[in-house]
């Protein structure tokens, strides 16, 4: 029974961390092995995929309207100079960038209680990246906590979207188990929020972790290429200039000049000389 997801995960999950497919490809191979799996099971019928092909636009709609939405508010928002507003406000804040970070962490982790992770990724991080980049905040690095942090406080009661994800599946009444045939107690929703707070903590710790070591997002980054601007100028300055496009002076007889750097005869006269031959 535990096999087909298991195969569902490694078709996901799997095919990313072995660098075979991207994250949007791995969705796409899940989703061709649930359709291979529900075929040879005889499940698969054209109602079936007609409802998921409509779940899957609804959800594609929902995503494109956030997205254009998002865009329409940063573009008003920015012809109003807010973007200037967000970082004087951030630029007041003590502690340079651990301040800004610790501050970003904790209005990121209220929001992710409450909000979902499209308007945060579209509307929040778009005003707060370039906030980032001003401090000489490595992006990669600033993303990475972002997106640990998002996963803290979508555990976070009240409004913890993975513990409503979890609630959904797990058994509200009590029932008897097909296999063993023993009594199996419903799960309370209390019972799925106690359980949330070791998991809270372990996150937690985490962004901690890598707010202090850095290293362990931007060690294997390649650096940046330094270029020297006065090295680059002076080599401007100096370099000889070549024209390849001048084609070259005809030759009229005239001899050239010798190594005293002036020529014996008059070069009028010796052009004069040349025209008549």
């Not at 078709?11 to 994250?23: D, H, R």
């Not at 989703?31 to 291979?36: D, E, K, S, V």
């Not at 976070?156 to 097909?178: E, K």
């Amino acid at each position: 029974m535990l096999i087909p997801p298991l195969v569902l995960i490694f078709l996901v999950l799997g095919t990313i961390f072995l660098g075979i497919a991207t994250p949007t490809e791995g969705g796409a191979m899940g989703a061709l092995g649930a359709l291979i799996m529900a075929g040879s099971r005889r499940t698969l019928s054209f109602k079936l995929l007609k409802e998921a092909l409509e779940n899957t636009t609804k959800l594609a709609i929902f995503v494109l309207f956030i997205l254009i939405g998002s865009t329409v508010f940063s573009f008003t928002f920015n012809a109003a100079d807010g973007h200037i507003w967000v970082e004087h406000l951030f630029d007041k804040l003590p502690g340079g960038q651990l301040g800004f970070l610790l501050f970003v962490n904790a209005l990121v982790f209220v929001l992710g209680m409450f909000i979902d992770f499209f308007e945060i990724a579209f509307i929040v991080v778009p005003l707060l990246a370039p906030v980032a980049e001003k401090l000489d905040i490595n992006l990669i690095w600033f993303g990475i906590i972002l997106a640990m942090n998002l996963q803290t406080s979508f555990l976070t009661p009240p409004f913890g979207f993975a513990l409503f994800y979890l609630r959904s599946v797990a058994a509200r009444a009590d029932y008897d188990d097909v296999i063993t045939g023993k009594r199996i107690k419903a799960v309370t929703t209390a019972q799925i929020y106690k359980g949330s707070i070791a998991f809270i903590v372990l996150q937690l710790i985490m962004v901690a972790t890598i707010i202090l070591n850095p290293g362990l997002v931007t060690g294997n980054l390649d650096k940046p290429v330094v270029v020297d601007e006065a090295a680059v100028e002076n080599l401007l300055n100096y370099m000889p200039s070549v024209d390849f496009g001048a084609p070259p002076a005809p030759d009229f007889g005239i001899p050239a000049p010798d190594a005293g750097g002036a020529a014996e005869e008059d070069p009028a006269k010796a052009l004069e000389e040349a025209i008549k031959q």
